[in-house]
Nanobody, 127 residues
């Protein structure tokens, strides 16, 4: 069973930065494809960013391109989301997600593509 634990959320002013971390345990992290999603109050959960098991090309939602960066450290079994130039509308609970499809996976922003989910970390951006 894969366990994902997010950290790094908090309160930040608009224009500021935060780095979220997601520590994984349970199986071979290097075979996981990792993603970040978020859910704002009253809204559905949405895709933010993803990175493949090989740390190849990252994928981003249009609304975070140029501001957020996803990365992974397989030695630490951790994926990161560096968030810069934060906006009030980035306020949400951020979730880490994973699948262990390895190289057979083709990128998708759909939630059902990810088998494992963390509990989420709250990000609040004050305007």
């Amino acid at each position: 069973q894969v366990q994902l634990v997010e950290s790094g959320g908090g309160l930040v002013q608009a224009g500021g930065s935060l780095r979220l971390s997601c520590a994984a345990s349970g199986r071979t992290f290097s075979s996981y494809n990792m993603g970040w999603f978020r859910q704002a109050p009253g809204k559905e959960r949405e895709f933010v960013a993803a990175v493949s098991w090989s740390a190849g090309r990252p994928y981003y939602a249009d609304f975070v391109k140029g501001r957020f960066t996803i990365s992974r450290d397989n030695a630490k079994a951790t994926v990161y989301l560096q968030m810069n130039s934060l906006k009030h509308e980035d306020t949400a609970v951020y979730y880490c997600a994973a699948n262990d499809y390895g190289s057979s996976w083709r990128f998708s922003p759909q939630e059902y593509e990810y088998e494992y989910w963390g509990q989420g970390t709250q990000v609040i951006v004050s305007s």
